[in-house]
């Protein structure tokens, strides 16, 4: 009898995620090496997988992230014969709804206490997306409602007729000074670490409203903290932070900035939301793999090298 293919997670997983994966042996928190040797597939938080956990999976294949991202896996240690894969399209829509909630909080000054701002108009004004992916293309869509006219800068575009204009992402300083308001909605890679720095950030509009929902590393921070104090009607939103000693720290200066706005990572998780379908979404992911040696959101190591 030929052996059932193995799928190993570094957690357990809830009954909906392991019902789609019926077809295959499932081990969940722990295995012993000859089942890890077994091995075709690994589902995991990348910043909760351990080196000496993928040398034993010796026939791995491919890696599902639990998260939208996958920055955070040390693609130095991966096998080369296994492909990486992200979650982002679990993520689409709470995290573009999420966005849009910050970027019109801001704009009509909730996040302000016991002071007096002037609202900001966004119906029909120009939203420029940075980064077309899942994420940035459900924002783009969403823009429709208030009429925007939709620009989006990205090396690849998820859904292109979602956007008024594209662009390649090499066209952002030109495009930053046309926009109202920007959305960031980029993966870390080595082409977007620090991408958005003070200069480029002084080609914006005095009035521009900037939100980001991909990661805190890919706006420089004291460059941002330097824009903000030089630039008062200029605003700031985000989910996402800096990384200060190996994980995201929410302690920034910026909170002290009247124009500076932020939620403490929540994007993904509705409430009342126990990530069910994050998992169950990655469990479709890795049977389609099985299935069709096809899935979708593969990460290219080369990004992150």
């Not at 950030?201 to 009035?207: A, D, G, I, Q, V």
């Not at 932070?241 to 900035?257: I, K």
Request: a neutral charge.
């Amino acid at each position: 009898m030929v052996p059932r293919r193995a799928v190993f997670v570094t957690e357990q997983l809830p009954p909906a995620a392991r019902d789609v994966l019926k077809g295959y042996d499932l081990f969940e928190g722990e295995a012993d090496d000859a089942s890890l040797a077994r091995c075709e597939a690994l589902i995991c938080w990348p910043h909760r997988v351990k080196p000496e956990l993928i040398r034993k999976m010796t026939g791995l294949k491919m890696i599902q992230a639990m998260s939208a991202g996958v920055d955070s896996f040390d693609f130095a240690s991966l096998p080369p014969g296994a492909a990486v894969y992200s979650n982002a399209g679990a993520f689409t829509e709470p995290v573009g709804e999420h966005a849009w909630g910050i970027l019109l909080g801001v704009a009509k000054g909730v996040h302000l206490r016991n002071q007096r701002s002037t609202p900001r108009k966004l119906r029909g004004k120009t939203l420029l997306v940075v980064g077309a992916g899942a994420i940035g293309s459900e924002v783009a869509r969403l823009s429709k409602s208030l009429r925007m006219r939709t620009v989006g800068v990205s090396r690849s575009f998820r859904d292109p007729g979602a956007f008024d204009e594209r662009a390649p992402l090499s066209s952002l300083p030109e495009k930053l000074g046309e926009a109202d308001a920007v959305v960031m909605a980029l993966p870390l890679t080595r082409e977007t670490r620090g991408l958005m720095t003070y200069d480029l950030l002084s080609r914006t509009k005095e009035s521009v409203i900037l939100v980001n929902v991909g990661r805190g590393e890919s706006i420089q921070e004291e460059g941002l903290l330097r824009w903000l104090k030089e630039r008062p009607e200029s605003r700031f939103a985000t989910d996402v932070f800096w990384d200060m000693g190996g994980r995201e720290s929410f302690d920034t200066p910026a909170w002290g900035l009247p124009n500076f706005a932020g939620t403490l990572h929540v994007s993904g998780v509705p409430l009342g939301d126990d990530l069910t379908a994050v998992r169950v979404a990655a469990a479709t992911n890795v049977k389609g793999f099985f299935e069709t040696g096809k899935a979708a959101n593969r990460a290219d190591p080369a990004e992150y090298l």
